[in-house]
């Protein structure tokens, strides 16, 4: 299905280093590199590991490639060559060319300014532990319209490990599915809907709703070519990071949207 692969080509970052995997880093990197000859390993994306373990001696002896690093700090940290992406709670500037940045934007806050003066993409962070993580469907919707509107790129992380939406026991509330966030994203950038139709693509799209075709992607009634898949990952809709690589896959394996 050409649909398919365009649409989850390297769409999962490996967030084991973080909850509620939480591995310590030997265990992190031999996973990576197990899951690097996985026979999904086309849809692997990116080591995301924090600033503070760049230069540890087992990454400064065998990197993993590429990484994605996370850092808190008001300035950029010391790169190396196989870092393709920095994910940053601050707008930073002075980042290497080639490097994609993306600033974490907070979803109680407003959008408008926040996302306007990100130098690169923007990041939202969907879940977490707690029921008090999880942002509503409609200030998803609306991160996603404001991005769109700005031209920035997204990514997400946290909370994204079912294909649709799900009641998380750890974090005792209902969480959204990536297959929602990630066709919302692409109708946010190609249609710019109302604000109530993504947020009901997001709350409300079940596994009947989706659809991959060797020609298209089908969300509840929207259809995406392979060009137009292919021009919104490269572009826009960028990846979500995930604890778990296998825990994705399963779940689209199970449901038949994996061949």
């Known amino acids: 299905m050409r649909a398919a692969e365009a649409f989850f080509s390297q769409l999962i970052d490996y967030a084991g280093l973080f909850p509620p995997a939480s591995l310590d880093l030997p265990s ?6 197990t899951l ?17 373990l760049l230069h540890h001696p087992l990454v400064v002896a ?12 008001a300035a950029p940290p010391e790169l190396i060559p196989e870092v393709d992406t920095l994910e940053c709670k601050v707008p930073l500037t002075g980042i290497p060319d080639g490097v994609r940045i993306f600033d974490e934007v907070d979803w109680r806050t407003d959008y408008d300014m926040r996302i306007a003066a990100a130098p690169g993409g923007v990041k939202l962070r ?22 769109a509107a700005e031209n920035k790129p997204v990514k997400f992380t946290a909370g994204l490990h079912v294909p649709v939406p799900n009641d998380d026991p750890v ?11 990630i066709a919302a994203a692409f109708v946010a950038y190609r249609d710019r809907p109302g604000i109530h139709v993504l947020s009901e693509l997001i709350a409300q799209a079940s596994y009947d709703d989706f659809l ?20 919104l990952r490269a572009e826009k809709v960028f990846s979500f990071g995930s604890c778990s690589f296998l825990e994705p896959i399963l779940h689209l394996e199970r449901h038949g949207l994996l061949t």
């Open 62 to 73: 065998g990197p993993p490639k590429p990484i994605a690093v996370v850092t808190t700090e």
């Open 126 to 147: 969907t879940g977490g532990l707690t029921a008090e993580t999880v942002p509503p469907a409609d200030r998803v919707a609306e991160f996603l319209l404001v991005a």
């Open 28 to 33: 992190a990197l031999a996973e990576y590199r």
């Open 36 to 52: 690097q000859s996985h026979p999904r390993a086309w849809m692997l994306g990116r080591f995301v590991m924090p600033a503070s």
């Open 212 to 231: 991959f075709t060797d020609d298209a992607f089908i969300a509840r009634g929207f259809s995406f070519q392979v060009e137009e898949i292919e021009r």
């Open 171 to 181: 974090a005792g509330a209902r969480v959204h599915g990536f297959l929602n966030v």
